[in-house]
């Protein structure tokens, strides 16, 4: 039997919400990834099954193979337009998924944070900041999206959970964990996904939509980031992809086009942490991502050095200023940080 993460004390608001809330919106982070958007489109087909208005907008463009799933060419880039400012202001209830600080979502924050409404919010990340009525926190889950099976579950509708709400799930649990490479060690994790699969969901059918849908200047760009970006340090037990404007356009790059880079040099023996930092033109900033294996927690390396956080093994943040500076920092940090502790 699988333990329930929510009993029904901490999940009632929500149901009473439920009883005489009608408009819904669904936001989540910056860059949405699988978790973000899996976990978006599972509440928005749960409460579409309940016969409620729901919206899911998302602060900027997502990548184009997660529109082979279903619903997610319904998804709204926020733009602040007129129907959009509209829709948040006749919002009841506003379901923040897959973020725990309102600087995530970018041009939606203040719009959030004045929202007169009741505000939700559903994430695995550690120390959630308090701007929702309802916090729904649970930092060792594997992703936000095996925290709405749970939250389904406790609010007594898992018999809404249809082939719609599944596909969405597993989408998130897959990414979020590598496809269960990590962070997944949790036997309840598969108890869940055989459950989704008995919904009817074609597990191969989104493996290969998320991991067999690139583009040939994807593969370009991979190749560029392996044979010429990379460099190791620590004896080779780190290494570093650092990625600049020029050259992401060199290859036409498009939203999404980095995602599972930062994974790539952990399949090389004897490394142990590997960090992508991808030049952001367009927010001024270095996006960093950070993967590690075994002891190694990248989160805390991220939270002491890159203004971020995260998981054990899967963290990131950011950092202002220039690529090259960013690269100093890592540089610098990297011989700082008491990695020898846990190799």
């Known amino acids: 039997m699988i333990q329930n993460y929510f009993h029904a004390d901490q999940v009632a608001p929500f149901v009473q919400w439920q009883s005489w809330a009608h408009n819904y919106l669904i936001i989540t982070h910056i860059s949405p990834d699988g978790d973000a958007i899996g976990a978006s489109l599972a509440m928005m087909h749960y409460l579409r099954s309940k016969n409620k208005n729901v919206t899911v907008m998302v602060p900027n463009d997502f990548p ?176 570093l992809i650092a990625l600049a404007d020029k050259d992401m356009k060199r290859f036409n790059y498009q939203p999404g086009d980095t995602e599972g880079f930062v994974n790539l040099p952990l399949q090389i023996l004897g490394v142990k942490m590997s960090v992508l930092i991808r030049e952001d033109k367009e927010l001024h900033k270095q996006k960093i991502s950070a993967r590690s294996v075994g002891d190694i927690p990248c989160n805390e390396f991220m939270a002491k050095f890159f203004n971020g956080g995260g998981h054990k093994n899967a963290a990131g943040g950011e950092l202002e200023g220039t690529l090259a500076h960013a690269v100093k920092v890592f540089e610098k940090s990297i011989e700082d940080w008491e990695l020898q502790n846990n190799c």
């Open 64 to 239: 184009d193979y997660f529109l082979k799933i279903d619903g997610a060419e319904e998804i709204e880039v926020f733009n602040e337009s007129v129907l959009q400012l509209d829709i948040i202001n006749h919002a009841d209830v506003i379901i923040c998924l897959d973020f725990n600080d309102v600087s995530r979502i970018g041009a939606l924050n203040f719009h959030i944070i004045d929202a007169y409404c009741n505000k939700i919010m559903i994430d695995h990340h550690l120390n959630p900041q308090k701007f929702c009525d309802l916090v729904l926190s649970v930092p060792q889950a594997s992703s936000t999206c095996e925290l709405v099976y749970h939250f389904l579950c406790a609010i007594g509708s898992h018999k809404n959970i249809d082939r719609k709400v599944a596909q969405s799930i597993y989408l998130g649990m897959m990414t979020d964990t590598g496809c269960f490479s990590y962070n997944s060690n949790n036997p309840d994790i598969f108890l869940i996904v055989s459950d989704l699969l008995s919904c009817g969901v074609d597990k191969d059918y989104i493996y290969r939509t998320v991991n067999y849908s690139y583009s040939a200047d994807r593969m370009r760009l991979m190749g560029y980031a392996l044979c010429i970006s990379m460099q190791f340090y620590r004896d080779g037990q780190v290494a």
